[in-house]
């Protein structure tokens, strides 16, 4: 069945950095979109960015230009690098398939149990 185990969260400063990964199994990594979603605690789920199988990408506006997903098809893996994080990143990330690359569209079929990403002012 399919697995998604996120790592690499943790407890920055505003301005710092978090490299997040996602580990998948059960599917056939290679040929689905995978993205990264947020939710925060009395928030909304937010799509925050989608990575297709030949490496387009896709991310909200309130990330674009900080955050950098990416993915290894040789480790089945997806990143999000996040950078110049501020308080208001402070969530639990999720990685999830499949994903598109318009309007943030995720199908909300697979995800993992979310690694908690927590961002000091």
């Known amino acids: 069945q399919v697995q998604l185990v996120e790592s690499g969260g943790g407890l920055v400063h505003s301005g710092e950095s978090l490299r997040l990964s996602c580990a998948a199994s059960?599917?056939?990594?290679?040929?689905?979109?995978i993205g990264w979603f947020r939710r925060a605690p009395g928030k909304e789920r937010e799509a925050i960015s989608c990575?297709?199988?030949?490496?387009?990408?896709y991310y909200a506006d309130s990330v674009k230009g900080r955050f950098t997903i990416s993915r290894d098809n040789s480790k089945d893996t997806v990143y999000l690098q996040m950078d110049s994080l501020k308080s208001e990143d402070t969530s639990v990330y999720y990685c999830?398939?499949?994903?598109?690359?318009?309007?943030?569209?995720?199908?909300?079929?697979?995800w993992g149990v979310g690694t908690q990403v927590t961002v000091s002012p």
């Open positions: 999830a398939t499949p994903c598109g690359l318009y309007n943030g569209w995720f199908a909300y079929e697979h």
């Open positions: 059960g599917f056939p990594f290679n040929y689905y979109n």
């Open positions: 990575i297709s199988s030949g490496g387009r990408s």
